[in-house]
């Protein structure tokens, strides 16, 4: 198994940046395919970012391409969120997932592992 816990969040207003972290333990960590997901309330859980193994692949969807950016750190066993040009419609809580599979889902339910979540809040 490997253990989640997300941090960075906070409260930013419109046009500002915010980088999450999300550090992982247990088994190796470049074993793993991690991925980030929100959730906004009333709402059901929405596919972020996706990054591959080795960090070499990454998928988005149309609603933060170019504004978000998915990275890895094997070394130190973390995967980090970049999120500029926030806007209010990206409030949410923000969770990493992980799973072992090579392929890359946007789907929630492709990922067995997932963080506690932390709260992102975009001001206008």
């Known amino acids: 198994q490997v253990q989640l816990v997300e941090s960075g969040g906070g409260l930013v207003q419109a046009g500002g940046s915010l980088r999450l972290s999300c550090a992982a333990s247990?088994?190796?960590?470049?074993?793993?395919?991690m991925a980030w997901f929100r959730q906004a309330p009333g709402k059901e859980r929405e596919f972020v970012a996706a990054?591959?193994?080795?960090?070499?692949?990454?998928y988005y969807p149309n609603s933060v391409k170019g504004r978000f950016t998915i990275s890895r750190d094997n070394g130190k066993n973390t995967v980090y969120l970049q999120m500029n040009s926030l806007k209010p419609e990206d409030t949410a809580v923000y969770y990493c997932a992980a799973d072992l599979s090579i392929a890359l889902s946007r789907e929630a339910s492709g990922y067995d592992y997932w963080g506690q979540g932390t709260q992102v809040t975009v001001s206008s």
């Open positions: 247990g088994r190796p960590f470049s074993w793993y395919a």
């Open positions: 990054i591959s193994r080795s960090g070499g692949s990454t």
